[in-house]
């Protein structure tokens, strides 16, 4: 026992840390594995009929579906966004990047509430764009922007674009500006030198902000609830139904599992992907 102890002496400090772990993410998971296994929202009878019943209903199946690809869609929409402004924050001086910066951490200073009631009155009927296109005259009545899975897409992506900007940003300061000069000097052009050279050695962090914006995106529950509205169900407001409205309590819990374990396999996959992929470009 004491040459147990003094063996893991080093993992002492995080055992408070372990306890909440446990405590926090553990056991509501057994709750809600419980919980899962009721044939009926009484609790009288257990069984796998939760399960059977998520399997052959073709809408709980398609509401997965649309909440895995709006995560994919805002997380790449995101990437898109994040390299152009790490390639910015990167070539700027002290000035130019501090202030880069704090338009990145500012967002994350303030309530996903509030940023999501900024969108409701930026894409609203009588909103700022709808405003601006009528004043000059693009358009000749008010777009549809609110309660649209593209308004949402790109509400979503303004809200997560933080948690890929600092990644990338921190990838991007890691690359040698030798390795950039040494393509130039090969005759290779910026876009080349993108995609040859700063593109495959940012993947890491590129990667791990993709993998960060797809799980916050899929579970924005406030975000797809006021921007989406009722004409678009995903998983989350699936679940808050089953569970408050229908008080469906096994459903629900069987829903936030199977939701959970598609999240992560998803996550897995890629990663695991992209890290294969990863090995081969050194070994290339």
């Not at 009484?42 to 009929?49: H, L, V, W």
């Not at 914006?213 to 998983?235: K, P």
């Amino acid at each position: 026992m004491k040459s147990f102890v003094k063996a893991n002496r080093n993992l002492l400090p995080a055992l408070p840390l372990a306890i909440v772990f446990l405590v926090a993410f553990l056991l509501p998971l057994v709750v809600l594995v419980y919980l899962s296994l009721f044939r009926t929202p009484q609790f009288t009878e257990m069984g796998p009929d939760q399960y059977v019943r998520f399997v052959s209903d073709s809408f709980s199946i398609q509401v997965l579906a649309d909440t895995l690809l709006l995560g994919a869609e805002v997380a790449m929409l995101s990437l898109l966004l994040a390299f152009p402004l790490g390639l910015v924050y990167v070539a700027g001086g002290a000035a130019l990047r501090s202030v880069i910066m704090f338009l990145i951490l500012m967002p994350l200073l303030t309530s996903s509430v509030v940023r999501t009631f900024a969108w409701i009155v930026i894409l609203g009927r009588e909103g700022i764009v709808n405003s601006v296109m009528l004043a000059f005259g693009l358009w000749g009545a008010p777009a549809r922007m609110l309660y649209t899975w593209n308004g949402l897409v790109v509400a979503l992506t303004q809200i997560q674009l933080p948690l890929m900007a600092l990644p990338v940003i921190n990838s991007l300061l890691k690359v040698d500006p030798n390795l950039l000069k040494a393509a130039e000097g090969l005759g290779a052009g910026r876009i080349r030198a993108f995609f040859t050279v700063i593109l495959p050695l940012t993947l890491p962090g590129a990667l791990a902000g993709w993998l960060l914006v797809f799980a916050a995106a899929t579970a924005a529950f406030i975000t797809q609830t006021l921007v989406g509205g009722g004409r678009i169900i995903l998983m989350p407001s699936l679940i808050y139904q089953q569970a408050m409205g229908a008080q469906e309590w096994p459903f629900s819990a069987a829903l936030s599992l199977i939701f959970t374990a598609a999240v992560i396999c998803v996550v897995a996959t890629i990663g695991a992907v992209a890290r294969r992929r990863m090995r081969g470009l050194d070994a290339a």
